[in-house]
């Protein structure tokens, strides 16, 4: 008579468990890479946005939206760790602010 070969509950759980981890180890290596680079087109994103909105304000002739706008590129660029592009906009800012009489923060 053959044997059967029954696997206990334990056994089917423990199987299942290994083989989520396997692929959730070897075949899910790929997905950290894009996770990566989030962070970095969403920085890139706001200062975008905060740039467009810098370019509104200013046309339309504001000079307190467009001071504290300003403002605001030069913060997302202060997260983004971009030097040269916090100091480049935190000379618009001065200009913009100096404009309306006020000192540099």
């Known amino acids: 008579m053959a044997e059967k070969n029954d696997m206990s509950g334990?056994?089917?759980?423990?199987?299942?468990?290994?083989?989520?981890?396997?692929?959730?180890?070897f075949l899910g290596r790929g997905v950290g890479q894009p996770a990566a680079e989030a962070?970095?087109?969403?920085?890139?994103?706001?200062?975008d946005e905060a740039v467009n909105k810098y370019q509104i304000a200013k046309r339309s002739g504001n000079p307190i939206?467009?001071?504290t706008t300003a403002g605001l590129v030069t913060a997302a660029?202060?997260?983004?760790?971009?030097?040269?592009?916090?100091?480049?906009?935190?000379?618009?800012?001065?200009?913009?602010?100096?404009?309306?009489?006020?000192?540099?923060?």
């Open 39 to 47: 962070p970095e087109q969403a920085e890139n994103r706001a200062i």
């Open 10 to 25: 334990a056994q089917a759980a423990l199987t299942l468990i290994g083989l989520v981890l396997f692929a959730w180890f």
């Open 65 to 67: 939206d467009a001071c």
């Open 77 to 105: 660029y202060q997260r983004a760790k971009d030097e040269a592009g916090y100091a480049a906009w935190k000379k618009t800012e001065s200009a913009d602010c100096g404009a309306l009489g006020l000192p540099d923060r």
